[in-house]
C-alpha cells in the first residue's frame, strides 16, 4: 500500500504542516467544513477566530471574492511582501473560515510549495499558523508541538530547517476601497 501524497490527503478532506510564505502554516481544503473543524480542534482555538486563506492567482480570488475594489488589484501587484487583504465578503468557502462579520482574510501566494498544494488541489487552502491557540508561533519545523505534528495527516517535508519569522501584512479593504491596516 503506498503512502498518500499531501496533495492526495487535502483532496481527502485532510489536514496538513507545511511551510508558507510567511510561516509554518496548519493547512486544508478551504472549501471543506470538516477539514477546517479538524484544523480547529487540533489547534484548540476558539469558533470566532477566523483563518488566512491562500489562493494561487487573482483569478482564483475573483471567484471567491467576485466584487472588490479596483485598488486590491494595485495592491496585490505591488506589494513587495506577502500581503493579506481582508474582504468584506466571499462565496464559497467554508463556513468557519469567514469571521464573524462574513469578512475573509486571503492572501495571492507566490510561494513554490504552496502553489504546488493549490494547483494540485485546484481550491483555496487554509494556512494557520502552526501552532497551539495563545501559543508562540514557532520559527521553524523543530519547534512545532509534538501534538500538532501527530494530529495533521500529512507532513510537507521541505525546508523543515528553515527559519521563518515573517509574517504577512494584512490590510482590511471595505467595498467602497477605504484602507485599514491591521498589521504593517
Not at 114 to 135: D, F, H, M, T
Not at 147 to 159: C, F, P, T, W
Not at 167 to 182: A, M, N, T
Request: proline share 7%; with cysteine; aromatic share 4%.
Amino acid at each position: 500500500m503506498t503512502e498518500l501524497t499531501p496533495i492526495e490527503h487535502l483532496k481527502n478532506g485532510g489536514t496538513l504542516l507545511y511551510p508558507s510564505d510567511t510561516i509554518w502554516g496548519l493547512g486544508c481544503d478551504a472549501t471543506n467544513e470538516a477539514a477546517c473543524q479538524k484544523i480547529m480542534q487540533l489547534k484548540n482555538r476558539p469558533a470566532e477566530k477566523s483563518f488566512i486563506v491562500l489562493v494561487d492567482s487573482i483569478q482564483q480570488l475573483e471567484k471567491i471574492v467576485p466584487n472588490f475594489h479596483e485598488v486590491c488589484y494595485d495592491l496585490i501587484e505591488l506589494s513587495e511582501r506577502p500581503l493579506t487583504i481582508i474582504y468584506p465578503s466571499a462565496k464559497g468557502i467554508a463556513k468557519s473560515v469567514l469571521a464573524e462579520d462574513g469578512s475573509i482574510a486571503i492572501r495571492v501566494t507566490k510561494d513554490p510549495i504552496c502553489l504546488k498544494l493549490i494547483r494540485g488541489l485546484r481550491q483555496p487552502i487554509v494556512s494557520s499558523s502552526a501552532n497551539l491557540s495563545g501559543e508562540k508561533i514557532p520559527t521553524c519545523f523543530d519547534e512545532i508541538a509534538p501534538q500538532l505534528k501527530n494530529g495533521v495527516d500529512a507532513i510537507v517535508n521541505e525546508r523543515l530547517t528553515e527559519k521563518m519569522t515573517t509574517p504577512s501584512q494584512i490590510i482590511k479593504i471595505d467595498i467602497d476601497g477605504s484602507v485599514k491596516i491591521i498589521r504593517p
